[in-house]
């Protein structure tokens, strides 16, 4: 059975840094994407970084570029983001999804990990 969970969440002032850490088991990470999504309250869920764990390459959207780092240790099936200088904005419940590549997930999420950032 495919599991997910995230963790690592936690309230910070602007400006400041968190690390989330996802952890997989029932599957190899080696084998497909990992992607960090965030859902701000009243929102859909949407990616904010991927990592694919084939070749290791790494997508992010606009707002968190220079700011949020993926990185993965596929040995540990466990892929981290580094959250440097946060903002407001960047607050929500961060989950970590499968999928095939960094475009297509499928419907399977774990516990995801709040993240508040105060102004």
């Known amino acids: 059975e495919v599991q997910l969970q995230a963790f690592g969440g936690g309230l910070v002032q602007a400006g400041g840094s968190l690390r989330l850490t996802c952890t997989g088991s029932?599957?190899?990470?080696?084998?497909?994407?990992i992607g960090w999504f965030l859902q701000a309250p009243g929102t859909h869920r949407e990616v904010v970084s991927c990592?694919?764990?084939?070749?290791?390459?790494?997508n992010y959207e606009d707002s968190v570029k220079g700011r949020f780092t993926i990185s993965s240790d596929n040995a540990k099936n466990t892929v981290f983001l580094q959250m440097n200088n946060l903002k407001p904005e960047d607050s929500g419940v961060y989950y970590c999804?499968?999928?095939?590549?960094?475009?297509?997930?499928?419907?399977?999420w774990g516990q995801g990990t709040q993240v508040t950032v105060s102004s």
């Open positions: 999804g499968v999928g095939s590549s960094c475009w297509t997930w499928y419907d399977k």
């Open positions: 990592i694919s764990g084939k070749d290791s390459t790494t």
């Open positions: 029932g599957f190899s990470f080696t084998d497909y994407a």
